[in-house]
Protein backbone atom coordinates (compact mmCIF):
# COMPACT_ATOMS: atom_id res chain seq x y z
CA UNK A 1 0.00 0.00 0.00
CA UNK A 2 1.28 3.64 -0.86
CA UNK A 3 -0.35 5.23 1.93
CA UNK A 4 -3.26 6.16 -0.33
CA UNK A 5 -6.48 3.89 0.58
CA UNK A 6 -8.76 4.37 -2.18
CA UNK A 7 -12.95 3.74 -2.15
CA UNK A 8 -15.07 1.60 -4.66
CA UNK A 9 -18.72 0.31 -4.72
CA UNK A 10 -18.83 -3.01 -5.12
CA UNK A 11 -22.29 -3.61 -4.95
CA UNK A 12 -25.66 -1.29 -5.18
CA UNK A 13 -28.77 -2.43 -3.74
CA UNK A 14 -31.96 -0.28 -4.40
CA UNK A 15 -35.96 -0.19 -4.12
CA UNK A 16 -38.04 2.34 -4.93
CA UNK A 17 -40.88 3.36 -7.03
CA UNK A 18 -39.73 2.95 -10.08
CA UNK A 19 -38.22 -0.87 -9.04
CA UNK A 20 -37.88 -3.23 -6.64
CA UNK A 21 -34.50 -4.23 -6.98
CA UNK A 22 -31.23 -1.98 -8.66
CA UNK A 23 -31.45 -3.68 -11.67
CA UNK A 24 -35.25 -2.92 -12.40
CA UNK A 25 -34.08 0.60 -11.14
CA UNK A 26 -31.66 1.22 -13.65
CA UNK A 27 -33.67 -0.40 -16.66
CA UNK A 28 -36.56 2.55 -15.16
CA UNK A 29 -33.98 5.55 -15.01
CA UNK A 30 -32.18 4.28 -18.29
CA UNK A 31 -36.00 4.18 -20.20
CA UNK A 32 -37.53 7.25 -18.27
CA UNK A 33 -39.96 5.93 -16.62
CA UNK A 34 -42.25 8.15 -14.01
CA UNK A 35 -42.70 6.11 -10.74
CA UNK A 36 -45.43 9.51 -9.76
CA UNK A 37 -48.57 8.05 -9.05
CA UNK A 38 -52.00 8.70 -7.27
CA UNK A 39 -51.15 7.77 -3.43
CA UNK A 40 -52.78 4.32 -3.46
CA UNK A 41 -51.40 3.01 0.46
CA UNK A 42 -53.06 6.05 2.43
CA UNK A 43 -56.32 7.73 2.96
CA UNK A 44 -56.38 10.87 1.02
CA UNK A 45 -59.47 12.74 2.06
CA UNK A 46 -57.73 15.38 4.38
CA UNK A 47 -54.63 15.74 1.95
CA UNK A 48 -54.59 18.31 -0.58
CA UNK A 49 -52.37 16.41 -2.46
CA UNK A 50 -52.99 13.49 -3.42
CA UNK A 51 -49.59 11.72 -5.57
CA UNK A 52 -46.12 10.61 -4.67
CA UNK A 53 -43.97 8.14 -6.38
CA UNK A 54 -44.56 4.93 -3.79
CA UNK A 55 -43.32 1.48 -3.61
CA UNK A 56 -45.81 -0.63 -5.20
CA UNK A 57 -46.89 -3.74 -4.37
CA UNK A 58 -43.95 -4.30 -1.91
CA UNK A 59 -45.28 -7.48 0.24
CA UNK A 60 -43.44 -7.66 3.97
CA UNK A 61 -44.33 -11.06 4.55
CA UNK A 62 -42.00 -12.10 1.40
CA UNK A 63 -39.62 -10.89 2.52
CA UNK A 64 -39.34 -11.42 6.75
CA UNK A 65 -40.77 -14.21 8.79
CA UNK A 66 -44.03 -13.47 10.80
CA UNK A 67 -42.12 -13.32 13.88
CA UNK A 68 -39.91 -10.70 12.67
CA UNK A 69 -41.57 -8.24 11.31
CA UNK A 70 -42.85 -6.66 14.67
CA UNK A 71 -39.88 -5.37 14.96
CA UNK A 72 -39.40 -4.07 11.58
CA UNK A 73 -41.23 -0.41 10.47
CA UNK A 74 -41.23 0.08 6.47
CA UNK A 75 -38.44 1.95 6.92
CA UNK A 76 -36.21 -0.47 8.19
CA UNK A 77 -38.28 -3.18 5.47
CA UNK A 78 -37.10 -1.14 3.00
CA UNK A 79 -33.72 -0.62 4.37
CA UNK A 80 -32.97 -4.73 4.49
CA UNK A 81 -34.40 -5.70 1.26
CA UNK A 82 -31.78 -3.22 -0.30
CA UNK A 83 -28.75 -4.33 1.59
CA UNK A 84 -29.70 -8.09 0.81
CA UNK A 85 -29.49 -7.11 -2.60
CA UNK A 86 -26.31 -5.26 -1.85
CA UNK A 87 -24.80 -8.46 -0.11
CA UNK A 88 -25.74 -10.58 -2.62
CA UNK A 89 -24.64 -8.63 -5.14
CA UNK A 90 -21.03 -8.06 -4.10
CA UNK A 91 -20.14 -12.03 -4.43
CA UNK A 92 -18.63 -12.86 -0.60
CA UNK A 93 -17.63 -9.13 0.14
CA UNK A 94 -18.44 -10.59 3.57
CA UNK A 95 -15.90 -13.54 3.27
CA UNK A 96 -12.65 -13.39 5.33
CA UNK A 97 -14.01 -9.67 6.87
CA UNK A 98 -12.60 -8.99 10.44
CA UNK A 99 -16.23 -8.15 11.74
CA UNK A 100 -15.29 -5.00 13.42
CA UNK A 101 -13.36 -4.09 10.37
CA UNK A 102 -16.79 -3.48 8.60
CA UNK A 103 -19.35 -0.82 9.03
CA UNK A 104 -22.61 0.14 8.80
CA UNK A 105 -23.67 4.23 8.33
CA UNK A 106 -27.37 5.12 6.87
CA UNK A 107 -29.64 8.21 7.02
CA UNK A 108 -31.23 8.55 10.17
CA UNK A 109 -34.91 7.82 9.45
CA UNK A 110 -37.56 7.74 11.77
CA UNK A 111 -40.15 4.57 11.60
CA UNK A 112 -42.97 7.00 10.17
CA UNK A 113 -45.37 4.58 9.60
CA UNK A 114 -45.32 3.38 13.07
CA UNK A 115 -45.09 6.59 14.56
CA UNK A 116 -48.40 7.28 12.38
CA UNK A 117 -50.02 4.58 13.61
CA UNK A 118 -49.62 4.51 17.30
CA UNK A 119 -50.77 8.01 17.74
CA UNK A 120 -53.64 7.57 15.55
CA UNK A 121 -54.56 4.96 17.60
CA UNK A 122 -52.98 6.63 20.98
CA UNK A 123 -55.44 10.33 20.69
CA UNK A 124 -57.54 9.45 17.38
CA UNK A 125 -58.93 5.65 18.82
CA UNK A 126 -58.35 6.02 22.86
CA UNK A 127 -55.91 2.79 22.54
CA UNK A 128 -55.26 1.74 25.78
CA UNK A 129 -51.53 0.81 25.42
CA UNK A 130 -49.11 0.79 22.44
CA UNK A 131 -46.90 -1.75 20.75
CA UNK A 132 -44.11 -2.86 23.31
CA UNK A 133 -41.90 -2.86 20.07
CA UNK A 134 -43.27 0.81 19.25
CA UNK A 135 -40.01 2.29 20.29
CA UNK A 136 -37.30 0.39 18.18
CA UNK A 137 -39.24 0.90 15.71
CA UNK A 138 -39.26 4.23 15.63
CA UNK A 139 -35.45 4.97 16.35
CA UNK A 140 -33.99 6.46 13.58
CA UNK A 141 -30.87 3.96 14.19
CA UNK A 142 -33.06 1.17 13.27
CA UNK A 143 -32.59 0.32 9.81
CA UNK A 144 -28.64 0.73 10.41
CA UNK A 145 -28.83 -1.21 13.25
CA UNK A 146 -30.96 -4.44 11.49
CA UNK A 147 -28.58 -4.06 8.74
CA UNK A 148 -25.64 -4.53 11.21
CA UNK A 149 -27.40 -7.24 12.92
CA UNK A 150 -28.45 -9.46 9.71
CA UNK A 151 -25.17 -9.14 8.27
CA UNK A 152 -22.59 -9.49 11.37
CA UNK A 153 -21.06 -6.22 10.98
CA UNK A 154 -19.58 -5.02 14.29
CA UNK A 155 -17.49 -2.09 13.69
CA UNK A 156 -19.05 1.76 13.90
CA UNK A 157 -22.69 1.67 13.38
CA UNK A 158 -24.73 4.64 13.40
CA UNK A 159 -27.11 7.22 11.48
CA UNK A 160 -26.60 10.36 10.17
CA UNK A 161 -29.34 12.97 10.54
CA UNK A 162 -29.30 16.23 7.98
CA UNK A 163 -32.82 15.87 6.61
CA UNK A 164 -32.68 15.69 2.85
CA UNK A 165 -28.92 14.87 2.57
CA UNK A 166 -28.70 12.47 5.95
CA UNK A 167 -27.81 9.76 3.02
CA UNK A 168 -25.36 11.59 1.45
CA UNK A 169 -23.26 12.44 4.58
CA UNK A 170 -23.98 8.34 5.51
CA UNK A 171 -21.55 7.60 2.32
CA UNK A 172 -19.34 10.63 2.50
CA UNK A 173 -18.25 9.33 6.04
CA UNK A 174 -18.33 5.90 5.25
CA UNK A 175 -15.80 6.50 2.55
CA UNK A 176 -13.87 8.81 4.69
CA UNK A 177 -13.71 5.97 7.18
CA UNK A 178 -12.57 3.43 4.87
CA UNK A 179 -9.72 6.09 2.82
CA UNK A 180 -8.69 6.76 6.64
CA UNK A 181 -7.85 3.26 7.72
CA UNK A 182 -10.90 2.84 10.37
CA UNK A 183 -12.52 0.34 8.54
CA UNK A 184 -12.41 -1.88 5.46
CA UNK A 185 -16.10 -2.26 4.20
CA UNK A 186 -19.10 -0.43 4.93
CA UNK A 187 -22.30 -0.97 4.08
CA UNK A 188 -24.02 2.68 3.80
CA UNK A 189 -26.82 4.81 1.90
CA UNK A 190 -30.11 5.12 3.46
CA UNK A 191 -33.81 4.52 3.28
CA UNK A 192 -37.05 5.93 3.70
CA UNK A 193 -40.82 5.60 4.39
CA UNK A 194 -42.67 8.65 4.68
CA UNK A 195 -45.70 8.84 3.17
CA UNK A 196 -47.91 8.40 5.87
CA UNK A 197 -51.21 10.81 6.80
CA UNK A 198 -49.34 12.69 9.43
CA UNK A 199 -46.57 13.53 7.63
CA UNK A 200 -47.71 14.61 4.42
CA UNK A 201 -50.32 16.53 6.15
CA UNK A 202 -47.01 18.46 7.36
CA UNK A 203 -45.88 19.00 4.00
CA UNK A 204 -49.02 19.70 2.88
CA UNK A 205 -48.51 22.73 5.38
CA UNK A 206 -45.14 23.88 3.95
CA UNK A 207 -46.77 24.96 0.03
CA UNK A 208 -43.94 23.43 -2.05
CA UNK A 209 -45.78 19.81 -2.90
CA UNK A 210 -46.60 19.35 -6.73
CA UNK A 211 -50.00 18.34 -7.00
CA UNK A 212 -49.06 15.78 -9.56
CA UNK A 213 -45.25 15.73 -11.65
CA UNK A 214 -42.22 16.95 -10.58
CA UNK A 215 -40.28 19.03 -13.34
CA UNK A 216 -37.42 19.47 -12.32
CA UNK A 217 -35.21 22.69 -14.39
CA UNK A 218 -38.82 22.83 -16.64
CA UNK A 219 -40.64 26.80 -16.75
CA UNK A 220 -43.55 25.24 -15.56
CA UNK A 221 -42.38 23.13 -12.69
CA UNK A 222 -45.47 22.99 -9.81
CA UNK A 223 -42.97 21.61 -6.83
CA UNK A 224 -41.78 18.56 -5.20
CA UNK A 225 -42.82 15.05 -5.19
CA UNK A 226 -42.15 13.13 -1.87
CA UNK A 227 -40.63 9.51 -2.82
CA UNK A 228 -40.11 6.59 -0.73
CA UNK A 229 -37.02 3.85 -0.96
CA UNK A 230 -34.06 2.51 -0.03
CA UNK A 231 -30.59 2.13 -1.32
CA UNK A 232 -27.38 0.60 -0.09
CA UNK A 233 -23.61 0.56 -1.14
CA UNK A 234 -21.09 -1.79 -0.48
CA UNK A 235 -17.99 0.10 0.23
CA UNK A 236 -14.73 -1.20 0.27
CA UNK A 237 -10.88 -0.57 0.12
CA UNK A 238 -9.92 -0.94 -3.44
CA UNK A 239 -6.80 -3.34 -2.93
CA UNK A 240 -9.23 -5.44 -1.15
CA UNK A 241 -11.95 -5.60 -3.57
CA UNK A 242 -9.35 -6.20 -6.24
CA UNK A 243 -7.34 -8.46 -4.22
CA UNK A 244 -11.04 -10.68 -4.39
CA UNK A 245 -11.69 -9.97 -8.08
CA UNK A 246 -14.60 -7.94 -7.07
CA UNK A 247 -17.14 -6.18 -9.30
CA UNK A 248 -16.24 -2.59 -9.54
CA UNK A 249 -18.99 -0.18 -9.94
CA UNK A 250 -17.30 3.26 -9.66
CA UNK A 251 -14.59 4.73 -6.99
CA UNK A 252 -15.65 7.27 -4.64
CA UNK A 253 -13.20 10.11 -4.80
CA UNK A 254 -14.41 12.85 -2.34
CA UNK A 255 -16.90 14.38 -0.40
CA UNK A 256 -17.44 17.73 0.65
CA UNK A 257 -20.01 19.87 3.14
CA UNK A 258 -21.36 22.44 4.39
CA UNK A 259 -23.43 25.02 6.02
CA UNK A 260 -25.45 28.09 4.68
CA UNK A 261 -25.84 29.45 8.00
CA UNK A 262 -28.50 31.51 6.91
CA UNK A 263 -32.63 30.40 6.76
CA UNK A 264 -34.10 27.55 8.18
CA UNK A 265 -36.13 26.30 4.84
CA UNK A 266 -34.47 28.39 1.75
CA UNK A 267 -31.55 27.02 -0.26
CA UNK A 268 -28.33 29.43 -0.58
CA UNK A 269 -26.03 29.45 -3.57
CA UNK A 270 -23.10 30.08 -2.14
CA UNK A 271 -23.19 27.18 0.70
CA UNK A 272 -24.23 24.95 -2.08
CA UNK A 273 -21.09 25.84 -4.11
CA UNK A 274 -18.86 25.70 -1.26
CA UNK A 275 -20.13 21.89 -0.32
CA UNK A 276 -19.42 21.34 -4.35
CA UNK A 277 -16.09 22.93 -4.62
CA UNK A 278 -14.77 21.08 -1.21
CA UNK A 279 -15.72 17.77 -2.84
CA UNK A 280 -13.65 18.83 -5.95
CA UNK A 281 -10.77 19.55 -3.65
CA UNK A 282 -11.20 16.67 -1.54
CA UNK A 283 -10.72 14.98 -4.56
CA UNK A 284 -7.98 17.00 -6.14
CA UNK A 285 -9.88 16.90 -9.17
CA UNK A 286 -10.15 19.92 -11.77
CA UNK A 287 -14.17 21.11 -12.35
CA UNK A 288 -13.88 20.33 -15.68
CA UNK A 289 -13.09 16.64 -15.34
CA UNK A 290 -16.74 16.49 -14.03
CA UNK A 291 -18.63 15.12 -17.13
CA UNK A 292 -21.96 14.28 -15.43
CA UNK A 293 -24.05 16.47 -12.54
CA UNK A 294 -26.84 14.53 -10.73
CA UNK A 295 -28.93 17.82 -9.10
CA UNK A 296 -30.53 17.56 -5.86
CA UNK A 297 -33.31 19.13 -8.48
CA UNK A 298 -36.32 19.03 -6.52
CA UNK A 299 -38.56 20.48 -8.85
CA UNK A 300 -39.82 23.82 -6.60
CA UNK A 301 -38.84 27.13 -8.04
CA UNK A 302 -36.45 28.12 -5.53
CA UNK A 303 -34.48 25.34 -5.19
CA UNK A 304 -33.53 24.60 -9.02
CA UNK A 305 -32.78 28.31 -9.93
CA UNK A 306 -30.52 28.41 -6.42
CA UNK A 307 -28.75 24.72 -7.51
CA UNK A 308 -27.92 26.18 -10.68
CA UNK A 309 -26.62 29.29 -9.67
CA UNK A 310 -24.75 27.64 -7.47
CA UNK A 311 -23.39 25.14 -10.54
CA UNK A 312 -22.57 28.39 -12.21
CA UNK A 313 -20.40 30.12 -9.30
CA UNK A 314 -18.53 26.29 -9.12
CA UNK A 315 -18.21 25.55 -13.00
CA UNK A 316 -18.13 28.55 -14.80
CA UNK A 317 -18.12 28.25 -18.51
CA UNK A 318 -17.80 24.48 -18.15
CA UNK A 319 -21.38 24.37 -17.18
CA UNK A 320 -22.35 25.38 -20.90
CA UNK A 321 -20.74 21.84 -21.73
CA UNK A 322 -22.05 19.64 -18.21
CA UNK A 323 -25.07 17.74 -18.43
CA UNK A 324 -27.25 18.10 -15.08
CA UNK A 325 -30.19 16.02 -14.56
CA UNK A 326 -32.53 14.98 -11.89
CA UNK A 327 -33.70 11.83 -11.33
CA UNK A 328 -36.74 12.99 -8.73
CA UNK A 329 -38.33 13.39 -11.75
CA UNK A 330 -38.89 9.58 -11.79
CA UNK A 331 -38.52 7.95 -8.48
CA UNK A 332 -39.66 11.33 -6.57
CA UNK A 333 -37.38 12.80 -3.41
CA UNK A 334 -37.13 9.74 -1.19
CA UNK A 335 -35.91 12.78 1.62
CA UNK A 336 -33.39 10.44 3.93
CA UNK A 337 -32.90 8.15 1.26
CA UNK A 338 -32.63 10.44 -1.76
CA UNK A 339 -28.82 10.77 -1.36
CA UNK A 340 -28.39 7.53 -1.42
CA UNK A 341 -30.97 6.62 -3.97
CA UNK A 342 -29.39 9.72 -6.28
CA UNK A 343 -25.42 8.07 -5.39
CA UNK A 344 -26.63 4.36 -6.71
CA UNK A 345 -27.77 5.92 -9.89
CA UNK A 346 -24.75 8.05 -10.84
CA UNK A 347 -22.72 5.10 -9.59
CA UNK A 348 -24.44 3.30 -12.42
CA UNK A 349 -25.07 6.38 -14.90
CA UNK A 350 -20.84 6.02 -14.55
CA UNK A 351 -20.83 2.36 -15.12
CA UNK A 352 -23.00 2.45 -18.29
CA UNK A 353 -21.82 5.21 -19.77
CA UNK A 354 -25.79 6.49 -20.00
CA UNK A 355 -26.74 10.09 -18.42
CA UNK A 356 -30.14 9.95 -17.02
CA UNK A 357 -32.78 11.80 -17.69
CA UNK A 358 -34.91 14.59 -16.37
CA UNK A 359 -38.11 14.16 -17.22
CA UNK A 360 -41.24 15.86 -17.64
CA UNK A 361 -39.50 18.60 -19.09
CA UNK A 362 -41.78 20.89 -21.12
CA UNK A 363 -40.42 24.28 -21.41
CA UNK A 364 -36.75 25.86 -20.49
CA UNK A 365 -36.13 28.23 -18.20
CA UNK A 366 -33.95 31.22 -18.60
CA UNK A 367 -32.97 30.63 -14.74
CA UNK A 368 -32.08 27.40 -15.12
CA UNK A 369 -29.93 27.13 -18.35
CA UNK A 370 -28.46 23.83 -17.96
CA UNK A 371 -28.72 20.46 -20.27
CA UNK A 372 -30.64 18.51 -18.25
CA UNK A 373 -30.66 15.77 -20.62
CA UNK A 374 -34.82 16.43 -20.85
CA UNK A 375 -36.86 13.41 -20.93
CA UNK A 376 -34.84 11.05 -22.94
CA UNK A 377 -31.41 9.28 -21.29
CA UNK A 378 -28.39 9.37 -23.47
CA UNK A 379 -25.28 7.70 -24.29
CA UNK A 380 -22.45 9.08 -23.32
CA UNK A 381 -18.81 7.88 -21.98
CA UNK A 382 -18.28 9.85 -18.80
CA UNK A 383 -15.64 9.72 -16.20
CA UNK A 384 -16.43 11.60 -12.96
CA UNK A 385 -19.77 12.27 -11.99
CA UNK A 386 -21.20 15.20 -9.05
CA UNK A 387 -24.16 14.41 -7.27
CA UNK A 388 -25.69 17.22 -4.87
CA UNK A 389 -28.14 16.99 -1.90
CA UNK A 390 -29.61 20.14 0.05
CA UNK A 391 -31.27 19.73 3.68
CA UNK A 392 -33.52 22.35 5.33
CA UNK A 393 -31.75 23.61 7.60
CA UNK A 394 -29.09 24.99 5.80
CA UNK A 395 -27.14 21.74 5.01
CA UNK A 396 -25.29 20.60 1.86
CA UNK A 397 -23.25 17.12 0.76
CA UNK A 398 -21.82 16.53 -2.24
CA UNK A 399 -20.13 13.26 -3.62
CA UNK A 400 -17.65 12.95 -6.29
CA UNK A 401 -17.49 9.59 -7.80
CA UNK A 402 -15.33 8.45 -10.98
CA UNK A 403 -15.70 5.59 -13.33
CA UNK A 404 -13.90 2.28 -12.25
CA UNK A 405 -10.56 2.43 -14.07
CA UNK B 1 -65.66 43.27 -4.31
CA UNK B 2 -62.43 44.70 -2.49
CA UNK B 3 -61.67 48.51 -3.73
CA UNK B 4 -57.94 49.14 -4.19
CA UNK B 5 -57.11 52.14 -5.37
CA UNK B 6 -55.34 54.74 -3.14
CA UNK B 7 -57.04 55.20 0.01
CA UNK B 8 -59.62 52.59 -1.09
CA UNK B 9 -57.25 49.98 -0.30
CA UNK B 10 -58.90 49.15 3.30
CA UNK B 11 -62.57 49.91 2.88
CA UNK B 12 -63.41 46.68 3.36
CA UNK B 13 -62.19 45.84 7.23
CA UNK B 14 -61.18 42.45 6.49
CA UNK B 15 -58.11 43.69 4.48
CA UNK B 16 -57.42 45.84 7.35
CA UNK B 17 -57.66 42.63 9.57
CA UNK B 18 -55.55 40.77 6.86
CA UNK B 19 -52.85 43.30 6.64
CA UNK B 20 -52.81 43.64 10.20
CA UNK B 21 -51.83 39.70 10.85
CA UNK B 22 -49.30 39.65 7.57
CA UNK B 23 -47.11 42.82 8.82
CA UNK B 24 -46.91 41.35 12.42
CA UNK B 25 -46.30 37.67 10.77
CA UNK B 26 -43.55 38.84 8.39
CA UNK B 27 -42.70 41.54 10.66
CA UNK B 28 -42.79 43.99 7.87
CA UNK B 29 -43.80 47.68 8.58
CA UNK B 30 -47.98 48.11 8.33
CA UNK B 31 -47.28 51.31 6.35
CA UNK B 32 -45.47 49.24 3.30
CA UNK B 33 -47.79 46.62 2.86
CA UNK B 34 -49.76 48.57 -0.48
CA UNK B 35 -51.51 46.67 -2.88
CA UNK B 36 -48.64 47.12 -5.52
CA UNK B 37 -46.08 46.03 -3.32
CA UNK B 38 -44.14 42.79 -4.41
CA UNK B 39 -43.76 40.38 -1.77
CA UNK B 40 -39.75 40.21 -3.25
CA UNK B 41 -39.23 44.03 -2.64
CA UNK B 42 -41.04 44.07 0.43
CA UNK B 43 -37.66 41.17 1.49
CA UNK B 44 -40.13 38.40 2.64
CA UNK B 45 -38.54 35.14 3.07
CA UNK B 46 -40.56 32.25 1.78
CA UNK B 47 -40.90 30.81 5.13
CA UNK B 48 -42.42 33.74 6.65
CA UNK B 49 -45.13 34.07 4.03
CA UNK B 50 -45.63 30.51 4.77
CA UNK B 51 -45.98 31.22 8.55
CA UNK B 52 -48.46 34.34 7.51
CA UNK B 53 -50.74 32.45 5.29
CA UNK B 54 -51.08 29.87 7.54
CA UNK B 55 -52.38 32.19 10.22
CA UNK B 56 -54.59 33.85 8.22
CA UNK B 57 -55.67 30.04 7.47
CA UNK B 58 -56.07 30.00 11.84
CA UNK B 59 -57.61 33.28 12.12
CA UNK B 60 -60.42 33.16 9.79
CA UNK B 61 -60.77 29.12 9.73
CA UNK B 62 -60.47 28.98 6.32
CA UNK B 63 -57.91 26.79 4.21
CA UNK B 64 -55.91 28.71 1.65
CA UNK B 65 -55.11 26.27 -1.48
CA UNK B 66 -52.09 27.04 -3.08
CA UNK B 67 -52.31 28.18 -6.83
CA UNK B 68 -50.65 24.90 -8.76
CA UNK B 69 -50.10 27.18 -11.47
CA UNK B 70 -47.83 29.65 -9.55
CA UNK B 71 -46.16 27.84 -6.98
CA UNK B 72 -43.81 29.74 -5.40
CA UNK B 73 -44.65 32.97 -6.98
CA UNK B 74 -48.37 32.02 -5.86
CA UNK B 75 -48.53 36.08 -4.07
CA UNK B 76 -46.55 38.28 -6.33
CA UNK B 77 -47.80 41.71 -4.26
CA UNK B 78 -49.61 42.25 -1.66
CA UNK B 79 -52.74 43.36 -3.78
CA UNK B 80 -52.38 39.59 -4.76
CA UNK B 81 -52.43 37.85 -1.55
CA UNK B 82 -55.44 40.05 -0.29
CA UNK B 83 -56.81 39.35 -3.02
CA UNK B 84 -57.00 35.44 -3.15
CA UNK B 85 -57.68 35.13 1.01
CA UNK B 86 -61.24 37.31 0.43
CA UNK B 87 -61.91 35.48 -2.75
CA UNK B 88 -61.33 32.47 -0.45
CA UNK B 89 -63.24 33.96 2.43
CA UNK B 90 -66.09 34.99 0.19
CA UNK B 91 -66.28 31.32 -1.19
CA UNK B 92 -65.94 29.62 2.37
CA UNK B 93 -68.85 32.17 3.40
CA UNK B 94 -71.38 31.02 0.21
CA UNK B 95 -70.25 27.53 0.79
CA UNK B 96 -71.64 27.72 4.82
CA UNK B 97 -74.64 29.88 3.81
CA UNK B 98 -75.81 27.29 1.13
CA UNK B 99 -75.20 24.64 4.11
CA UNK B 100 -77.52 26.66 6.55
Redesign the interface.
Known amino acids: MNGVRRVVVTSIGAISAIGHDVASVWNAVAKGACGIRPIAGIPTDRL?VTHAAEVIGFDPSAHFEARRLPMLDRTSQLALVAARQAVAGARAALAGLEPARGGVVLGAAIGQETFDNSYKALYGENAKRLHPMTVPRIMPNAPASHVSMEFGLRGPCFATASACASSSHAIGLAFQMIRSGMIDLAMTGGSDASIVVGFMKAWD???????DACRPFSKD???LVIGEGAAILVLEERERARARGAEIHAEIVGFGMSADSG????PDADGAARAMQAALDDARTRREEVDYFNAHGTG???NDKTEVAALRKVFGAHLDRLPVSSTKSMHGHCLNAGGAVEAAITCLALRHGVLPPTIGFREPDPECAVDCVPNVSRSAPIEVAMSNSFAFGGINAVLLMRRAA | MTQWANDGFETDPRVTQILDIFAKETATERVLLRPEATIEDLGIASLDLTLAVFQLESVFDIEIPVIAARPGTEFGTVGELVGHVIAVMDKARALNGAKA
Request: aromatic share 0%; charged share 20%; net charge positive.
Open positions: AALRVLSPRTGELTATRL
